[in-house]
């Protein structure tokens, strides 16, 4: 597991940026943390960093959003997710399948059916001021150099 502080949003997608210029597409970015913690704004620093000029988005109405650039990223938005069944009518199954980058908020819901493979997990908390976070990367530590 590897250990940073962030402190200010800028910093966040920054260190995103960083993991996101080295993902060669087929990992899941599993996303761990609390409302406002910067989940999408860890996104929108994935994405510039897989060569995606987009303005990224939450997804929490639509449930997932598609950005195209060097690589493609699929972000979704777990957070009203509750059975196995809500999980399936999103397609996130189908989108394992699609070779493209998934990063997953609210992944606590949906634990249980994470992929094993190129699986990185991140988890974000609230550090000593209202700006900072704790990131915490751990899952498959060929990434782990990226924050190094």
Not at 66 to 82: A, N, P, Q, V
Not at 93 to 113: H, K, P, Q
Request: aromatic fraction near 12%; hydrophobic fraction near 35%; include cysteine.
């Amino acid at each position: 597991m590897v250990e940073v502080v962030s402190n200010s949003p800028a910093q966040t997608e920054e260190f995103a940026r960083k993991l996101g210029s080295v993902l060669t597409g087929g990992e899941t970015v599993a996303y761990f943390g609390g409302l406002g913690m910067g989940k999408t704004r860890f996104t929108a620093g994935l994405a510039k960093g897989m060569g995606i000029n987009e303005d990224v988005s939450s997804p929490t109405f639509s449930l997932v959003h598609e950005y195209h650039g060097d690589k493609t990223l699929y972000h979704f938005d777990m957070y009203r997710i509750t059975t196995f069944d809500d999980l399936c009518s999103t397609g996130f199954f189908d989108y394992l399948d699609w070779g493209g980058v998934l990063a997953v908020e609210w992944s606590e819901n949906i634990e249980n059916t994470l992929p094993e493979d190129k699986l990185i997990k991140i988890e974000i908390m609230r550090g000593e001021t209202d700006d900072q976070r704790i990131l915490r990367m751990s899952g498959d530590t060929v990434y782990e150099d990226s924050w190094r």
